[in-house]
């Protein structure tokens, strides 16, 4: 019997280690005709360690630089860096969805969110459901929130950040002070009230800590999909975070419910929010709880980002800072600004302005991350016959560089090419591809897109106006981590007042 029972066991373990090493195989296969680097299309093992080292985008660069506009990174994975193929994809009535890569961004396992809707007609529902609170329908008040959170920033800068002979260098860490104005605005956006970090300026509750800290696991969750399964398991769950735990993740949830909770026993007071109008949805309560968090989560580090990399980029070249402040001081003479804080529709007639954000956003987009989509149907792309059920990602950091639409000094940040370019065919197909940093004229359009601009335009134009900006150690500006979402730290800039 117990000679039985062993031949029995190795069968089972032979049986299933062939299974395995035939899946792989017939994984290999299917896909071999795709250059990529060595390894990548045996496992995962390869696109897990550079997504670990935190310099995702980087390396789906350079595979992208080596082996051509379509290369394969992981067993089913491909990435594309041609502009037109991913429009293409990216387009409402392509076919393609988003792939189960996205589920690593549930922060309710069993329940999709805006973000990680993987069926067309789920993301269509819930799209529709939430975008009068983005696109303030019904809310005359959005503009006036942001500018309160403007003055914040600006009276916070004043009082403990300028620096002077007499007060010496007062470096201020972009990393987090850019933080707190995005968790500050799109909280009050979101809630009326805000969160008030500008008002402590502290993360107090470690909550945006424990935010950043989660960026890694979410994404590596995406890679191993099994794992977010397991996740529903009781046992799992036990060990997740709780609304109204001390602190952390638990201590933001619980923040959450509670004011959600809130409004739906007082429906009646119809705030002129966000969350009133996700509320007044066909969205059901739980749905509305995961809608907040993703409001929070994807709303504020994106926007921060963007300014601390603009900010960046204008203070390491001198001639764009001087044409910035040149066109502000220009605007501020001809008496047609709003004050204290500018207007949007005013901010939107400045050109170099606007060109300096597209610029920012371009050298370094918000999300770079893999952004899988998968498709039911075989496909042919960048000339390559490729099999139905194939994850396509993006790599975003060549599409924003490609010479061959933004020129020979792609790689530099420069925003007079937006308003020196003079073909309006060469402008336009630079928009449309500028605009895949918010997915825009795509399915997967950013729904905070226009919120992001708001904030950057009055922002800037408020900072540049005041004040002049160097980083404090030009020789090492800042550290990052980039797990498709950047993860800045010691980003310290030393801020002097403007002489005029």
Request: charged content about 25%; proline content about 5%.
């Amino acid at each position: 019997m117990v000679i039985f029972n062993s031949l029995v066991l190795t069968g089972v373990l032979v049986s299933s280690v062939l299974y395995i090493f035939a899946s792989r195989i017939k994984t290999y296969l299917r896909l071999r005709h795709i250059p990529g680097p060595a390894g990548a299309a045996l496992s995962r093992s390869w696109i897990f360690r550079k997504t670990m080292a935190g310099r995702i985008p980087n390396a789906l660069a350079e595979v992208a630089g080596e082996y051509g506009p379509l290369a394969r990174v992981g067993p089913n994975w491909l990435i594309c860096s041609d502009t037109k193929e991913i429009r293409r994809m990216w387009s409402v009535h392509s076919g393609w969805h988003r792939d189960v890569w996205y589920n690593g961004f549930r922060f309710d396992p069993a329940n999709d969110n805006i973000l990680t809707a993987n069926e067309n007609k789920v993301h269509h529902r819930i799209r529709s459901n939430v975008l009068p609170g983005y696109n303030a329908k019904g809310i005359t008040t959005q503009e006036g929130v942001i500018d309160t959170q403007v003055g914040k920033l600006l009276g916070l800068i004043e009082k403990k950040y300028v620096s002077s002979k007499e007060a010496g260098i007062r470096p201020m860490d972009m990393a987090r002070k850019f933080l707190y104005f995005t968790q500050d605005t799109t909280s009050a956006l979101g809630f009326t009230t805000p969160f008030g970090y500008l008002d402590v300026d502290e993360d107090f509750n470690n909550t945006i800590s424990t935010l950043e800290g989660m960026l890694p696991t979410v994404t590596t969750l995406g890679l191993f999909p099994v794992i977010i399964s397991l996740m529903n398991n009781p046992l799992v769950k036990s060990l997740l975070p709780k609304p109204h735990d001390n602190n952390g993740m638990g201590k933001l949830l619980g923040l959450i419910k509670d004011r959600v909770d809130a409004r739906y026993e007082n429906k009646a007071k119809g705030e002129e929010d966000i969350l009133q109008r996700f509320v007044e949805s066909n969205l059901s309560r739980q749905e509305v709880e995961a809608e907040v968090l993703i409001m929070l989560f994807g709303g504020t580090d994106t926007t921060a980002t963007a300014l601390r990399m603009t900010v960046f980029y204008l203070s390491t070249t001198p001639a764009a800072h001087r044409a910035l402040q040149a066109e502000i001081d220009n605007a501020i003479r001809s008496g047609k600004v709003t004050r204290p804080v500018i207007a949007d529709a005013e901010a939107l007639e400045l050109g170099y302005l606007n060109a300096v954000i597209k610029e920012g956003l371009r050298m370094w987009p918000p999300i770079s991350g893999l952004q899988l989509k998968c498709s039911d149907k075989d496909d042919v792309i960048c000339g390559y016959q490729v099999p139905a059920g194939t994850a396509v990602g993006v790599s975003e950091f060549t599409v924003m560089r490609d010479k061959s639409v933004f020129g020979e000094d792609a790689d530099r940040f420069n925003p007079s090419r937006w308003v020196e370019e003079r073909d309006p065919k060469r402008l336009k197909e630079m928009e449309l591809t500028q605009g895949l940093v918010f997915a825009s004229g795509t399915r997967w359009e950013c729904l905070g897109k226009k919120l992001a601009y708001t904030e950057l335009r009055k922002v800037l134009f408020e900072l540049f106006l005041r004040y002049d900006f160097a980083m404090t150690d030009p020789a090492k500006p800042f550290e990052y981590w980039n797990y498709g979402a950047t993860l800045h730290e010691h980003m310290n800039v030393t801020i002097t007042r403007r002489e005029a």
